[in-house]
């Protein structure tokens, strides 16, 4: 069967396109990142225009990126009384200095603003193949950290990874959390279907590094030079994955498009992880 899809999709690009009903079905979780880039204004603007769709608009909360208490408490507030956000992804975002008073997502889960605006459901970060930016123990702790504080919150926490292309390690590493007691639902992180040149430039600005290996060895399948980058291989080689593993925690998949977002929604759809799920 094929494995459930979420996809992201940058505020400012929610808010061109032209039939957003055309291209996202019902139910399905689409994420607003949070690239220095956009105001409350356009963050709640798009939450909107994908909550009047039958969408459910999942803003990142990028900690760094938080100039204060209060521009956090008004970003949250408004996106809850404004456009019924429930769900947000909350990460560290990429300053490496914070620009306020938040270094990391923990910060943010602390304050209980979330659950103060009404926020029942919240993904975190989760890093199959490590980062650059910080070392295999941090980001441990950290999921750990996540983890407690799962248990202390009444808020459905789940854990979204970065993109990569290493399927069998991805597996790997969620067999690992869950055999460690981590027993949050994962989703995988995915790069959409899109042109080769972006999606290297993204892997790159973004640290991803290790997996990309399996770009080089695999050829042909994955980077077709002319038609850009094809994720199907890899998820068809998680599908397989799925049907014979153990630990359930694999939920669904994330999909980062790029600036391929059309390309990539046309592609859920036909390969079946878009199923239209009924208001
Ligand atoms: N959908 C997306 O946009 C995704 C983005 N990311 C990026 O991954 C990076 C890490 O984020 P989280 O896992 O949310 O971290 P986090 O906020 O959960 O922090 C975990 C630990 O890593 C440290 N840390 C985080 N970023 C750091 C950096 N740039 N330099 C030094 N230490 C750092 C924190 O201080 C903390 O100890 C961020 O840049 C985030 O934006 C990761 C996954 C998905
Ligand atoms: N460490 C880290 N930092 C990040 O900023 C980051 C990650 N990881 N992981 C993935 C997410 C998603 N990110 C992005 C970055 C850019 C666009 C973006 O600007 N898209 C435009 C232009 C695309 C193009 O180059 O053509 C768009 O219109 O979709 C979207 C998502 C950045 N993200």
Known sequence: MAVAASIEIPPARVLEMQDLAAVLPKGVRVYLPELGTDNNETFV??????????AEPVPHLAAR???????????????????????????????????????????????????????????????????????????????????????????????????????????????EIAASGITLPVHLGFAGPTKLRAMLR???????????QVLTSRGNALLRLFAGYAPEP???????????????????????????????ANWLRARGSWPEISA
């Open 45 to 54: 603007a798009a939450a909107c225009a994908l909550r009047a769709i039958g």
């Open 65 to 175: 990126r938080i100039a204060s208490h209060a521009a956090l408490e008004a970003r949250v507030a408004r996106l809850a009384s404004e456009a019924g956000v429930t769900d947000v992804l909350v990460l560290a975002g990429s300053p490496p200095s914070p620009e306020g008073p938040f270094a990391d997502s923990m910060k943010i889960l602390e304050t209980g603003v979330l659950d103060r605006h009404g926020i029942t459901h919240i993904g975190v970060a989760g890093h199959p193949e490590g980062s650059p930016h910080f070392t295999d123990e941090v980001v441990q702790n950290a999921m750990r950290w996540k983890a407690d504080f799962a248990m202390r919150s009444d808020a459905e926490m789940r854990i979204v990874t970065q993109f990569g292309f290493d399927v069998a390690g991805m597996v790997r590493w969620s067999e």
């Open 202 to 212: 993204y892997a790159r600005s973004c640290g991803v590094g290790p997996s990309m």
């Open 234 to 264: 890899l998820v068809r080689e998680l599908e397989t994955a799925l049907a014979r593993m153990k630990t359930g925690n694999i939920a669904q998949i994330h999909l980062y498009p790029f600036g391929g977002s059309e390309r990539t």
